[in-house]
């Protein structure tokens, strides 16, 4: 797999690349700061192009044109730059940053058909989120892997108590534990709202309709899953 990521912030494509690394064995890694110091001519076999839309002057157009056959994906640093990429026909993604990894790695594994289930620092977290999604949850949700996280929080910290499960990957993840904790009832919610073939009742073991809360699916799988 040959990656190139255009992104002035050194510290951001080391975590990048790192990430690649683990999705496979075969990398060869590329980045640059800015678009226009890319060797095209020697760069001609990329199978996926990050850019980060802060450093790209032109349209972004000209990015597939110049690699027609490789996956871009565009990131961008606030919502309004991701509202004026976001609808663009030739891009495959877009990323608002901060970047959940987590995410991005789920998303790289399903588009290139990587196996799930090989060893990895994050082979627990992506079979929770595959569990979650086979069960009516939604990738579409940050709650999503927020939630799969919280279930190995609490697992580590041998905590059952949700906010202090929250407030230490807050702490860990630079984010607010209420935004964590309003992420996971949403995908909760979401999950109950589009689940029509009540798999979350069926998964659950839950037969009076009563909806399942964020402690008490963090609770099932540390009881019921071998996590590490």
Not at 21 to 36: A, E
Request: neutral net charge; glycine residues 2%; contains cysteine.
């Amino acid at each position: 797999m040959n990656v190139l990521i255009v992104d002035e912030d050194e510290n951001f494509c080391l975590k990048v690349k790192d990430l690649f690394v683990k999705i496979s064995n075969d990398v060869s890694f590329y980045s640059f700061s800015s678009y226009k110091k890319i060797p095209k001519e020697k760069l001609n076999n990329i199978d996926v192009i990050m850019v980060d839309i802060s450093t790209f002057n032109d349209d972004l157009e000209i990015v597939k044109l110049d690699f027609p056959n490789s996956n871009i994906i565009a990131l961008a640093n606030d919502t309004k730059s991701l509202g004026n990429i976001i609808n663009m026909p030739y891009l495959d993604r877009v990323f608002k940053k901060p970047i959940d990894f987590s995410f991005l790695f789920y998303y790289f594994c399903k588009k290139f058909n990587i196996d799930f289930n090989k060893e990895n620092s994050f082979f627990d977290e992506r079979k929770l989120v595959n569990e979650l999604t086979e069960n009516g949850f939604s990738i579409s949700y940050k709650g999503t892997f927020y939630l799969a996280k919280a279930i190995l929080y609490s697992k580590k910290l041998k905590k059952d108590k949700v906010i202090d499960i929250y407030n230490k990957m807050g702490e860990d993840e630079n984010v607010e534990p209420n935004i964590i904790n309003w992420s996971i009832n949403n995908a909760i919610n979401k999950a109950l709202e589009y689940d029509r073939t009540s798999k979350l009742e069926k998964f659950f073991n839950i037969s009076d309709g009563r909806k399942p809360t964020a402690k008490f699916i963090i609770n099932f799988f540390v009881h019921n899953y071998n996590l590490a």
